[in-house]
């Protein structure tokens, strides 16, 4: 499948893209985050095939002043967090008509926020900061009681929510995704000092997690991966640090990032990685 769809700001100006995610399996929305601060709801025409055509069904009704820096979906589809380089995220509830509705922003991170998990529930959030400051978030429908209020809220806004502080609340929760390098069934891939790891990803089956680091390289690891964990194998091809890892839905292809090196690799991952 190779499609294609013309990004630009709501002046009509090319805008370059940050991040991108699939809602749920069938992948029925496509969620965009844009260099310019806005999200780009977009729809698969035709199906998956040769033939499939990209468009922009709509735009979430918010625009930050600094880019999205990760998009994703909770496993249901059902909601939808934005994570942003002025530090927040963004909490949008989405309806059986595939109405998006800002539900809730979450407020507590000191830097840009670059990673973001929902649990298996879509009840919690994960996520860490550039100043590697992993937090929790309660976004349950007890937290986000009735969205359809948010609008009569004082300036129409949604409400602000804080971190959950009592991390005992999360330590077994089942994580939907895994990409914050700092949770604790990651931990393991971190240096010393915090900072070759880039990003990391878990595989669908939970039976092994991939890491992208500076030495430009992208590891794989046994999961979870705790303190004093070493990586099974290793693979080298980018020229500089590699930016970010995704393993594909079927567990046996992950694809990288490079940073400077401007370049997209995929990687075929065999039983004796």
């Not at 991170?109 to 529930?121: G, L, T, Y």
């Not at 009569?152 to 994580?175: C, F, M, Q, Y």
């Not at 090196?261 to 991952?269: K, Q, R």
């Amino acid at each position: 499948m190779v499609a294609f769809l013309a990004l630009t700001s709501d002046s009509g100006e090319p805008v370059g893209a940050r991040c991108c995610a699939f809602q749920g399996e069938a992948g029925l929305d496509i969620a965009v985050g844009l260099r310019c601060g806005q999200v780009i709801i977009a729809q698969v025409l035709g199906g998956f095939g040769a033939d499939c055509q990209l468009s922009e069904r709509c735009r979430l009704g918010l625009t930050r002043k600094k880019e999205i820096s990760e998009v994703k979906f909770s496993r249901e589809g059902d909601r939808l967090a934005v994570a942003s380089k002025e530090n927040k995220i963004d909490i949008f509830v989405v309806d059986p008509a595939s109405a998006y509705t800002h539900a809730a922003t979450c407020v507590g991170h000191s830097s840009a926020v670059a990673h973001v998990d929902w649990d298996e529930s879509g009840s919690w959030l994960q996520s860490v900061c550039t100043s590697y400051e992993p937090l929790f978030w309660d976004v349950s429908k007890d937290v986000i009681k009735d969205v359809s209020k948010v609008g009569s809220a004082p300036g129409g806004k949604a409400p602000e929510l804080k971190p959950h502080t009592a991390v005992g609340d999360v330590a077994h929760v089942r994580w939907h995704t895994m990409t914050n390098p700092f949770a604790w069934s990651a931990i393991g891939v971190i240096g010393s000092s915090g900072t070759e790891v880039k990003a990391v990803d878990r595989d669908p089956s939970r039976a092994f997690l991939l890491a992208a680091n500076d030495k430009h390289e992208v590891c794989i690891f046994s999961y979870p991966a705790v303190e004093g964990t070493s990586h099974a194998s290793s693979g080298s091809a980018h020229c500089s640090k590699v930016t970010n890892v995704c393993v594909m839905s079927d567990g046996k292809r992950a694809v990288s990032v490079g940073g400077r090196d401007l370049s997209c690799m995929v990687w075929y991952i065999t039983d004796d990685s």
